[in-house]
């Protein structure tokens, strides 16, 4: 079985711009969660969708968000970037939803973001 | 608020010895906490623990979880310079807002 993919896999941006990043979870797998990772902070849940739903959201602006769509793909989206949004941003697929009792996630390689 | 924390935050080890690394955790809603492996990128699973004195073994790693004094260990014996990563624990947030709850991790090195 393929394992989570995620694209790009590195990405600049400037201050202000937005961003899209792509994360296609392990076939069969309904689940998808972001988080974001900073040597600083750790990883940082950022949401999970399943069945193109949003479950679950974690303390993050509004500038972020997501979705999901019918094939289980999903995307995350950050608006109006700013200086402290480099990261390296993984998503991670669940055969199973957060918010039931299934929680063993399969993390993808990560997009790293660079805003400068 | 939750709260994890791992120690030692960095090890430094020869090959062959045995590491024990540290998670304490605050958690509401404790469910279970999961042991994850961290090589350039994507964490990979290793454990999940739900119940107390119940030592979780595979391979050369180990680890057990205390939920009377809210800490797990995760052992490895005779380390091998594969074994160089960050190890981080997440226990399980089982409460409305139901998510995994993220300890900053220990990066350990095995030389040669």
């Known amino acids: 079985k393929a394992g989570v993919t995620q694209t790009p896999r590195y990405l600049i941006k400037t201050r202000g711009q937005q961003v899209t990043l792509s994360c296609s979870p392990i076939?069969?797998?309904?689940?998808v969660s972001w988080y974001q990772q900073t040597p600083g902070q750790g990883l940082q849940f950022l949401f999970e969708?399943?069945?193109?739903?949003?479950?679950n959201k974690g303390n993050f602006p509004g500038r972020f968000s997501g979705r999901q769509f019918s094939n289980s793909r999903s995307e995350m989206n950050v608006s109006t970037l700013e200086l402290g949004d480099s990261a390296l941003y993984l998503c991670?697929?669940?055969?199973?939803?957060?918010?039931?009792?299934?929680?063993?996630?399969?993390f993808g390689p990560g997009t790293r973001l660079t805003v400068t | 608020e939750d709260k994890v924390v791992q120690s030692p935050l960095s090890l430094v080890v020869h090959e062959g010895d045995t590491v024990t690394l540290n998670c304490s955790y605050e958690?509401?809603?404790?469910?279970?906490l999961l042991w994850y492996k961290q090589e350039k990128k994507a964490p990979t699973f290793l454990f999940m623990l739900?119940?107390s004195g119940i030592e979780k073994k595979s391979g050369r790693l180990s680890s057990i979880l205390d939920k009377k004094e809210l800490f797990s260990i995760l052992n490895i014996t005779a380390t091998q310079t594969g074994d160089s990563a960050v190890y981080l624990c997440?226990?399980?947030?089982?409460?409305?807002?139901?998510?995994?709850?993220w300890g900053l991790g220990t990066s350990l090195a095995v030389n040669p």
């Open positions: 997440a226990p399980f947030n089982a409460g409305n807002n139901r998510k995994l709850i």
């Open positions: 739900t119940s």
């Open positions: 969708y399943f069945s193109e739903t949003q479950r």
């Open positions: 958690v509401t809603n404790f469910r279970s």
């Open positions: 076939s069969g797998h309904r689940s």
């Open positions: 991670a697929s669940s055969p199973f939803s957060l918010m039931g009792t299934g929680y063993e996630q399969y």
